[in-house]
């Protein structure tokens, strides 16, 4: 493996990093901007978002719903099993799985797989799949599963 290869996948992690901290802390305008300006975020094949604004409109939604299941709602994403492939100087795709705890316990899990990349500002997000695997009963995930008039 390069520096330039090693770099790039330090960047990347970062950035897999950055997506879940952001996310968990509520910092969603930081996480957009962790997506190129015409990203596309696909949400287990029902809803697909295109570009931050979109991004960003799902994110406030998502802390709503939160907010209405808990009084003081938690949420922390543990993302492993991180796979980079680097396609080459400007582009790398990869993939991880995702185990979500709430204020409740164990929530929901799944796989993200990742279209990445190099812009100006650094590596972004220039498409994430999240795949949903499956809820905890009477979890959070379940409930707004539930509310869309899904199964789990």
Do not use: N
Not at 40 to 59: M, Q, S, W
Not at 68 to 97: F, K, N, T
Not at 105 to 128: E, I, K, L, Q, S
């Amino acid at each position: 493996m390069s520096a330039e290869e090693g770099a790039a996948r330090d960047q990347i992690r970062e950035l897999i990093g950055a997506y879940a901290h952001f996310g968990d802390s509520g910092r969603f305008r930081e996480l957009c901007a962790l997506f190129a300006p015409d990203a596309v975020l696909e949400l287990d094949e029902e809803r697909t978002l295109r570009g931050p604004d979109a991004i960003l409109a799902f994110l406030e939604s998502t802390r709503t719903s939160l907010r209405a299941d808990a009084e003081r709602p938690l949420i922390r994403h543990h993302v492993s099993s991180i796979r980079i492939v680097i396609d080459g100087p400007d582009a790398a795709h990869g993939g991880a799985y995702f185990f979500v705890v709430t204020q409740r316990g164990p929530d929901h899990w799944g796989r993200y797989r990742d279209r990445y990349v190099r812009t100006p500002d650094g590596w972004r997000f220039a498409h994430r799949r999240v795949r949903l695997d499956g809820t905890a009963p009477g979890s959070w995930a379940a409930a707004a599963r539930a509310r869309r008039g899904q199964s789990s």
